[in-house]
């Protein structure tokens, strides 16, 4: 069976960092690019991250470029988001979503490149 684990989310003060954590179970990301998303209540859901490629081609979000950095380690079977200097208005669940290698990386931020998905991880930000 096919899934997506993230963790490390938890509640943080502004300015703060957090690394999470996607593991994959029943494939091999060798042959995946994953993405990170988020959703904020009242918000639509956005790309936040992507990497495709054992290479690492990656592509952010402006608003979280030179914050964020997403990695991937293949032995492990897990991409990681590292998050610093974090802001309230980065409150909201991340998800980690899946496709494959061959998939269009240039739409590496939209949600319908995806095929496999996690049940997500809250990160909350505030004082």
Same mark, same amino acid.
């Given at each position: 069976?096919?899934?997506?684990?993230?963790? @490390?989310?938890?509640? %943080?003060?502004?300015?703060?960092?957090? #690394?999470? =954590?996607?593991?994959?179970s029943g494939f091999n990301l060798d042959y995946y690019g994953i993405g990170w998303f988020r959703h904020?209540? @009242? !918000?639509? #859901?956005? @790309? %936040?991250?992507?990497? =495709?490629?054992?290479?690492?081609?990656? @592509?952010?979000?402006?608003? %979280? !470029?030179?914050?964020?950095?997403?990695?991937?380690? /293949?032995? !492990? /079977?897990? %991409?990681?988001?590292?998050?610093?200097?974090? !802001?309230?208005?980065?409150?909201?669940?991340?998800?980690?979503?899946?496709?494959?290698?061959? =998939? /269009? *990386?240039? /739409?590496?931020? =939209?949600?319908?490149?995806?095929?496999? *998905?996690?049940?997500?991880?809250?990160?909350?930000?505030c004082s």
């Open positions: 069976q096919l899934q997506l684990v993230e963790s @490390g989310g938890g509640l %943080v003060q502004p300015g703060g960092s957090l #690394r999470l =954590s996607c593991a994959a904020a209540p @009242g !918000k639509e #859901r956005e @790309g %936040v991250s992507y990497i =495709s490629g054992s290479v690492g081609n990656t @592509g952010y979000l402006d608003i %979280v !470029k030179g914050r964020f950095t997403i990695s991937r380690d /293949n032995a !492990k /079977n897990t %991409v990681y988001l590292q998050m610093n200097d974090l !802001k309230p208005e980065d409150t909201a669940v991340y998800y980690c979503a899946a496709a494959p290698l061959d =998939s /269009n *990386w240039y /739409n590496g931020l =939209s949600p319908r490149l995806y095929d496999y *998905w996690g049940q997500g991880t809250q990160v909350t930000v």
